[in-house]
């Protein structure tokens, strides 16, 4: 069940929630984060992770109907619906124009655009394999771009928000499963946590693997002073805010996912058997 997310992640830009005076004041925010794009590539990634829970728990049995349990639970609207309603409140008292100052300048399109497009790319898994394989040779010697990459996954608390976000997914997941009568033997909460926690640490390495190679890939064609603007940026109070922003709104939208994704499997699975 793990999802990664990033400081900017995965995001839809369709349909029309929360109040139209929060909408219309977030509206430059929302435009300067690109979301439209970030919208496009999770269709993608929502197809894909579809397709890997098909293969693995339903044996590629899913088929069309599947499909189409994806592509409803992962419907725009509704994505959009939990995760502007959250954002919205947590930005509703707070002042956003150094946000759009930092996000609409041309330094800051420029970032949007290359964690979009690195985003894209590392849906090839060849391509994720490849970003490993650079992270770990810009290990063995040294690349002086990794304590710039530490400095700013600790700016933005990257690893913790990340590790609770696929903690939080997992627990959702399991919680739609049993609601969807998918074990033939009774699992109490304490069960399911146990099990959980019990993935923290592989968790946690992956998460910092993958935060590692992603961000190396997408931050590459920065300069070291651009990419240190943009760690400056994620130091002062705005940075700070919105970064708690996108990570609550993507939380209530993971954890929202993950459990309809576990009532579809579970219903699924019950079909199997009869």
């Given at each position: 069940?793990?999802?990664?997310?990033?400081?900017i992640t995965?995001?839809?830009?369709?349909?029309?929630?929360?109040?139209?005076?929060?909408?219309?004041?977030?509206?430059?925010?929302?435009?300067?984060?690109?979301?439209?794009?970030?919208?496009?590539?999770?269709?993608?990634?929502?197809?894909?992770?579809?397709?890997?829970?098909?293969?693995?728990?339903?044996?590629?049995?899913?088929?069309?109907?599947?499909?189409?349990?994806?592509?409803?639970?992962?419907?725009?609207?509704?994505?959009?619906?939990?995760?502007?309603?959250?954002?919205?409140?947590?930005?509703?008292?707070?002042?956003?124009?150094?946000?759009?100052?930092?996000?609409?300048?041309?330094?800051?399109?420029?970032?949007?655009?290359?964690?979009i497009s690195?985003?894209?790319?590392?849906?090839?898994?060849?391509?994720?394999?490849?970003?490993?394989?650079?992270?770990?040779?810009?290990?063995?010697?040294?690349?002086?771009?990794?304590?710039?990459?530490?400095?700013?996954?600790?700016?933005?608390?990257?690893?913790?928000?990340?590790?609770?976000?696929?903690?939080?997914?997992?627990?959702?997941?399991?919680?739609?499963?049993?609601?969807?009568?998918?074990?033939?033997?009774?699992?109490?909460?304490?069960?399911?946590?146990?099990?959980?926690?019990?993935?923290?640490?592989?968790?946690?390495?992956?998460?910092?693997?993958?935060?590692?190679?992603?961000?190396?890939?997408?931050?590459?064609?920065?300069?070291?002073?651009?990419?240190?603007?943009?760690?400056?940026?994620?130091?002062?109070?705005?940075?700070?805010?919105?970064?708690?922003?996108?990570?609550?709104?993507?939380?209530?939208?993971?954890?929202?996912?993950?459990?309809?994704?576990?009532?579809?499997?579970?219903?699924?699975?019950?079909?199997?058997?009869?």
């Open positions: 069940m793990f999802r990664r997310l990033c400081l995965i995001v839809v830009l369709t349909g029309f929630v929360a109040n139209a005076q929060n909408t219309t004041r977030l509206s430059p925010l929302l435009d300067a984060l690109q979301l439209n794009a970030i919208f496009a590539v999770m269709q993608e990634e929502g197809v894909a992770y579809g397709n890997d829970l098909d293969r693995e728990m339903l044996n590629n049995a899913g088929g069309k109907k599947w499909q189409k349990a994806v592509d409803a639970i992962y419907e725009p609207d509704r994505i959009w619906d939990t995760f502007l309603t959250r954002f919205s409140t947590e930005l509703e008292h707070e002042e956003i124009d150094a946000m759009v100052a930092f996000f609409g300048s041309a330094l800051g399109q420029r970032i949007v655009s290359l964690e690195a985003r894209r790319e590392m849906l090839d898994k060849a391509v994720e394999e490849a970003s490993l394989e650079t992270l770990r040779n810009m290990r063995r010697g040294g690349h002086p771009r990794l304590a710039m990459l530490k400095a700013f996954i600790a700016a933005n608390d990257l690893v913790e928000y990340n590790v609770m976000g696929a903690m939080n997914s997992n627990y959702a997941f399991y919680i739609g499963m049993i609601d969807g009568r998918a074990f033939d033997y009774e699992l109490s909460e304490s069960d399911v946590l146990e099990d959980i926690w019990s993935q923290e640490a592989e968790i946690r390495t992956d998460t910092e693997e993958w935060l590692y190679s992603y961000l190396a890939l997408a931050y590459e064609p920065l300069s070291d002073e651009e990419l240190q603007a943009y760690i400056d940026f994620s130091r002062t109070k705005a940075g700070r805010v919105l970064n708690v922003a996108i990570f609550a709104g993507f939380d209530d939208v993971f954890t929202n996912v993950s459990k309809a994704l576990g009532l579809t499997t579970a219903q699924f699975l019950q079909g199997e058997e009869l």
